[in-house]
């Protein structure tokens, strides 16, 4: 007989035992005077079959709450065919037990109230039984029985009656631990969920220092449970990891032994590409795991871990930081955690920041990036040089938000400097700046408030000068990033960056104020009344949005400087890594839409079995770019389906030109959003090195400061449709589209324009990109000849559309990232 017959035994049996007669007539006692006065009042005969049929109890209506929690019982022990609810040493333990609580129960003042309880499952030290009961509440005292009444009466009578033995035979034969008294309001909804994994229960000891892969679902089973059991003293920590690429099954981790909602540390929803491997801790030493089915296969389509790590080790995790100062500190923890053994510890760290403005280190919760636990508390202390210094924590997608009234915060609360500040997850950098007026410490906590939990949090420090926090740029309040000013682009989400400029994206002549286009300095006219823009032009100037910045970080006035043959830099960077952006000598005259083979040697056709899916330029020795959106679809997300052509001039023939590659890594930047398209930019890694030719080259990367200036005709390349719902082409196709302001495009668009997104095209439409140009590039050529990337086709109303332009991947807003990622 399984638990579940047992435990409907208990609910279900119509034929009411002693104790349930013993019950009901507790209540008829004490519900008597309300409803002889009921009756007495209204005297109908409805009523009265009404009381007589149903029992006095209905005559208030009651509400069935749910409680969940556990015992420990120190007199037995746990044995491992308690782990299985189908065996019998499991069936008469539990009915056993569920005596004992109905009587410890109906011991205390809540026995008027009894009305079924349940012990679903056991667990280690001695014997911990986990049970949940419901009581039978009138709707007017509801709101009185809060888990802490409840819990109130249940703790009172364990203490008082832990001597005066035999009272009642829950004493006689079970010694329960009155400390060990756990209790957790749940609801109808829980329990639901906790009957339908009882076919499919596992449950783990997890002892110290071991890593216990955790069995798969039951074949036959469409919901599990895992109920995770470590030593006092430790947290579990679970990884998880999909196995599929694809899959729709859904996981839940809880901070309790069942599913309880108001426990549930967090949830997944399908095979995830973004997060194929999570480490969840939990706060204490029982977590629980919920799988539900969502279609049948073969393999389980995740792999389960878990471990106890004991509080201390939160030591070593929160102070990964390269620098000396750290390393003591972190000594200096570790010692003082053996000496005091504080299971509560939590990140608990002392930093003394030096002088510079440098990146010093990294504050982390403790496992990072493993997420963190519900009773996550870290503290940080921070101790500035002088009050000179400001300190700055840099966020990578995750901000710090002012929450309105106090509600809790979902996402981890911090406190800084007596501010209350909610975390968030978002898709964009974030820096917090924090003054340092009077004392040079300050004090920084984190806290996740609730139970619901998220990805591990990570910031970077520096220190910031208070009296210039942005040299030569705009400090953005919204986001506190410094953000080019003046520069046409409204970097900060608010706009200020590009407020009360005197030229916007133009040179200002330091004579008179006006405003001239870059490409007319240094370009040896006098453009400027008294010719300022002709100064300086071959020594260094100060940085600013639009100078080019050397190896040596000194900065050159010169717009573009970078790969025209003419040494700009001291220290001659601009002229190094200059293989690229040449076309081969082209042997007839360009016109017309189909391209000539080899005019565009960076152009690359990705493909899947065999059918061109999107473009991509060539743009290093073993990197393609394209278009993040090109991936977004999870049929389209693995790397090994791809292939990349370079050297392609008709798609429906291969030529002796061509070369094909696989792909052995596709990264998407990481803020990619797929409703703006913000972001739209992935990295292909080539599983082997380019052979260039006369047919396939690298583009140039431009400089961050590199100016493509609104008005410049640039080209852009495809094999896409020629018209909105047409066929791709065979030839490789080649347009030229004008460059278009921010702020007309933006307006065009409804503000949807953000500033990793550069606008061209034609106001009247004529010329665009349309379906099958998506990822492909669009390039410039400077007057060296040289062509430059500066943008990827990622989206646009139409293609060709009056009033809609081309909307492209801005590169020189995403250069970081590419950098980075090529290493
Ligand atoms: C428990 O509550 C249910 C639903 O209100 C009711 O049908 C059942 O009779 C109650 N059982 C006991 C023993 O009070
Ligand atoms: C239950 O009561 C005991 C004793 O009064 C107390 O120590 C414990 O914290 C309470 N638990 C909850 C969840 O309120
Ligand atoms: C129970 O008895 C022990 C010793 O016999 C005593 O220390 C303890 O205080 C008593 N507890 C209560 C709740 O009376
Ligand atoms: C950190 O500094 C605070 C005050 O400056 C001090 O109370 C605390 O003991 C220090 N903690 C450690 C771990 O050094
Ligand atoms: C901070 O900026 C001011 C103004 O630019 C400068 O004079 C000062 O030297 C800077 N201080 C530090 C510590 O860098
Ligand atoms: C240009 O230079 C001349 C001579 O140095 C000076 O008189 C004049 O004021 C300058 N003009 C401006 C606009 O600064
Ligand atoms: C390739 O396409 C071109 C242009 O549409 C066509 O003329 C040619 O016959 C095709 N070649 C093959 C092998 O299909
Ligand atoms: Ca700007
Ligand atoms: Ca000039
Ligand atoms: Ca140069």
């Known amino acids: 007989m399984s638990m579940m017959e047992a435990e409907e035994q208990e609910e279900d049996v119509n034929t009411p035992s002693e104790d349930e ?42 509400i069935l709450k749910f409680y969940s929690g556990s015992l420990r019982i120190l007199n037995y022990q746990y044995s491992l065919d308690l782990s299985r609810p189908e065996s019998r040493a499991f069936w008469t333990e539990s009915a056993k037990l569920q005596k004992m ?9 809540l026995e008027p109230y009894y009305n079924s309880s349940t012990v679903y499952a056991f667990g280690e030290g001695s014997l911990t ?40 035979s829950y004493q006689t034969e079970y010694k329960v631990d009155p400390d ?173 920041l030096q002088g510079g403005l440098e990146m010093q280190g990294k504050i982390n919760t403790p496992h990072y990036p493993s997420y963190y636990s519900p009773n996550t508390h870290c503290t940080w202390h921070m101790t500035v040089p002088s009050l000179d210094y400001g300190v700055v924590l840099w966020f990578d997608a995750y901000a710090l938000r002012r929450q309105k009234y106090d509600l809790p915060c979902t996402q981890g609360q911090w406190i800084i400097q007596n501010r209350r ?16 007026v009077s004392s040079t410490s300050t004090t920084i906590s984190f806290t996740s408030q609730i139970s619901l939990t998220g990805p591990g949090v990570q910031a970077a420090y520096s220190l910031y000068n208070q009296s210039d926090p942005c040299p030569r740029e705009f400090l953005c309040s919204v986001n506190g990033l410094c953000v080019p000013a003046c520069d046409g682009i409204k970097d900060c989400p608010n706009g200020l960056d590009e407020r009360n400029c005197v030229c916007s994206a133009k040179f200002q002549c330091q004579e008179d104020s006006t405003c001239i286009e870059f490409t007319k300095v240094c370009d040896q006219h006098l453009d400027c009344v008294n010719g300022s823009d002709e100064e300086q032009c071959n020594q260094g100037v100060p940085c600013a949005p639009f100078t080019y910045q050397c190896a040596d ?77 090109c991936f977004q679809d999870d049929r389209l997300a693995s790397p090994s389906i791809w292939t990349v052509y370079l050297g392609k001039y008709f798609l429906n023939i291969s030529s002796q030109n061509e070369v094909s590659f696989k792909v052995s890594r596709l990264l998407l930047h990481p803020y990619y959003e797929e409703d703006s398209h913000d972001y739209d930019v992935a990295l292909l890694q080539l599983d082997h090195p380019v052979i260039k030719s006369p047919f396939i080259q690298p583009i140039c990367l431009p400089a961050h400061s590199h100016l493509f200036e609104p008005g410049l005709r640039c080209w852009i390349t495809g094999w896409g449709a020629l018209k909105e719902g047409g066929h791709a082409n065979t030839i490789l196709q080649k347009a030229d589209v004008q460059l278009i302001q921010q702020d007309l495009c933006s307006e065009a668009y409804h503000y949807q324009i953000s500033p990793r997104m550069l606008c061209a095209g034609f ?28 943008g990827l086709v990622s989206w646009g109303l139409g293609c060709a559309r009056p009033g809609y332009y081309g909307v492209y991947t801005r590169i020189t807003s995403v250069l970081g990232w590419m950098k980075q990622t090529m290493g």
């Open 21 to 62: 007669l013993k019950n009901k007539g507790c209540d008829c006692v004490r519900y008597a005077p309300l409803w002889v006065a009921l009756v007495l009042l209204a005297g109908a005969g409805a009523l009265t079959w009404y009381f007589l049929d149903y029992g006095p109890r209905h005559l208030e209506s009651t």
């Open 101 to 109: 609580l109905r009587e410890f129960i109906c011991a205390t003042d």
């Open 129 to 168: 039984f986990f049970f949940w009961f419901a009581l039978q509440v009138p709707e007017s005292q509801y709101k009185e029985m809060t888990t802490e009444r409840v819990n109130a009466s249940l703790s009172r009578e364990l203490f008082t009656s832990i001597n005066s033995t035999g009272r009642l």
């Open 180 to 352: 060990s008294l756990v209790l957790l309001e749940s609801s109808v909804k829980d329990i639901v969920v906790l009957k339908s994994t009882l076919g499919c229960y596992r449950y783990s000891h997890i002892r110290e220092e071991e890593v216990l892969r955790l069995k798969g679902p039951d074949y036959l089973a469409s919901s599990c449970l895992w109920h995770l059991h470590g030593p006092k003293g430790h947290m579990i920590k679970l990884r998880l990891e999909w196995t599929l690429p694809e899959c729709r099954d859904r996981l839940a981790m809880y901070d309790e032994a069942g599913p309880l909602e108001n426990r549930l540390i967090t949830s997944f929803y399908g095979c995830s590409r973004q997060e194929p491997v999570v480490e969840v801790l939990s706060s204490g030493h029982v977590m629980s795991v919920v799988w539900k089915k969502a279609m049948y296969s073969y393999y389980d389509p995740f792999l389960l871990t878990a471990q106890a790590v004991p509080f201390e080790a939160v030591f070593a995790g929160s102070t990964k930081t390269s620098h000396p100062q750290g390393c003591f500190f972190l000594m200096r923890r570790l010692l003082q955690g053996r000496q005091q053994r504080d299971s509560t510890a939590a990140c608990q760290v002392n930093l003394t």
């Open 421 to 436: 500040l909610c975390g968030q997850r978002t898709l964009q950098a974030y820096a917090e700046r924090i003054p340092v």
């Open 553 to 629: 970080r000194s900065c050159v006035k010169k717009p573009n400087p970078q790969c025209d043959s003419v040494t700009d830099c001291k220290d001659s960077s601009d002229e190094k890594h200059c293989d690229c952006g040449w076309q081969a000598p082209l042997t007839r005259i360009v016109g017309g839409v189909n391209s000539i083979e080899g005019e565009w040697p960076w152009q690359a056709s990705l493909q899947v079995r065999g059918s061109h899916v999107c473009g991509g330029t060539l743009i290093a020795d073993r990197w393609v770019v394209s278009a993040a959106h």
């Open 763 to 790: 106001h009247q439409g004529k010329k665009d990109a349309c379906q099958g140009d998506s990822g492909g590039p669009l390039v410039c050529k400077e007057s060296s000849g040289r062509w430059f990337l500066a």
